[in-house]
């Protein structure tokens, strides 16, 4: 059964993610709160400022959506060239891993949430479109009888080839979805395809509408990943699948130190040389040590409804992909 909406409420406690249940609504607190009269004053009459992390940054709530937004927007244009070099094209085989395991039929409906520039989506329509030509070639051959115009036909209609898939890439990022529709010109993919603009923690979609939902490398930059979580699952069929991709954690000390030193001491210099952007990208290695780990994280999925909860680690740990069911 689903949790209800907002009564789960994940902290952050020094290493590890605690779950502290919440009576529904009550603020997250913040460890210092001021005690005595001016402290009681306070809590009777103002609303308190809920804190949370932005990198090793601690920042507002309310502060924090806007700080993501400007690295998203520092960083759109030179986003696709950094990802290739800051991995040695590492992240185009985690991000094809994510489609083998979705393997999606003709058909599906797929919502990537935080789908920025499109990597997922453009990888989800060229999947289906081969996936539909092989079917339909073996319907072709089973009727050997098809006049050419027939066969002529039948490609010539562009939504046909997807076999009535669709992606919906939903990102808060303007500038990101710009250079997304850009690449989707250059790249030739025109049907099946609609961009809108949305925050993932209040979907602009309605209930039980898709099949599949992604979400890659986004939901690390969620101030309420609880939250979007829910709406993960309030947007998706029943029997629809839930799909993560995310930085994890790293299993194995060695690869570990030498992970930590890319980490802190490449990135951001590549950051700053290739992007002219040295704190956004800052930002992204001091997020992924905030991300809970794949356990932690699998049990944040199971608390917003989701079934039959399973991860895989893939490059010693460096991401994970997650997956869960709404039944
Ligand atoms: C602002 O927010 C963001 C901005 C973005 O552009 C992207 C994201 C979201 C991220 C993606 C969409 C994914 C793509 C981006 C990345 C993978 C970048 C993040 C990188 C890390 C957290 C570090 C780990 C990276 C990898 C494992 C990818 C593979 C990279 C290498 C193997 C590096 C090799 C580099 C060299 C040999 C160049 C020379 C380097 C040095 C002299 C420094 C010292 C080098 C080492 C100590 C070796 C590095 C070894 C490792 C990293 C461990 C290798 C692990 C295994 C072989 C399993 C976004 O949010
Ligand atoms: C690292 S990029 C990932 C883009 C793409 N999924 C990929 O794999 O290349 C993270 C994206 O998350 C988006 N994002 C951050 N917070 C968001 C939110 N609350 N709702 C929707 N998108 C968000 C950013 O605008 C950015 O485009």
Known sequence: MAAP??????????????????????????????GGPLGARLLSQEKPTTETHFGFETVSEK????????VFESVAK??????????????????????????????????DVAGGT??????????????HQRKQKRQLRAKQN??????????????????GSHVMVCDINKEMLKVGKQKALAQGHKAGLT???????????????????????GIRNVTHVDRALQEAHRVLKPGGRFLCLEFSQVNNPLISRLYDLYSFQVIPVLGEVIAGDWKS?????ESIRRFPSQEDFKEMIEDAGFHKVTYESLTSGIVAIHSGFKL
């Open 5 to 34: 909406r907002s009564c789960a409420l994940w902290s952050y406690c020094g290493r590890g993610w605690s779950r502290v249940m919440r009576g529904c609504q009550l603020p997250r607190l913040r460890s210092s709160w001021p």
């Open 63 to 70: 502060e924090k959506g806007g700080k993501v937004y400007q």
């Open 78 to 111: 030179k986003y696709d060239v950094m990802n290739d070099m800051m991995s040695l094209g590492i992240h185009r085989v985690w991000k094809d891993l994510l489609l083998w395991k979705m393997h999606p039929h003709p058909g599906t409906q797929l919502l």
């Open 118 to 131: 499109g990597d997922i989506a453009f990888r989800f329509l060229n999947y289906v479109q081969a996936q």
């Open 146 to 163: 098809l006049s050419w115009e027939e066969i002529a036909k039948k490609y010539q209609n562009e939504e046909d080839f997807l076999g």
């Open 195 to 217: 961009w809108v603009l949305g925050d993932a923690e209040e979907l602009p979609f309605d209930d039980d509408k898709f099949d599949i939902y992604t979400i890659a490398f």
């Open 281 to 285: 990208y800052q930002y992204l290695v």
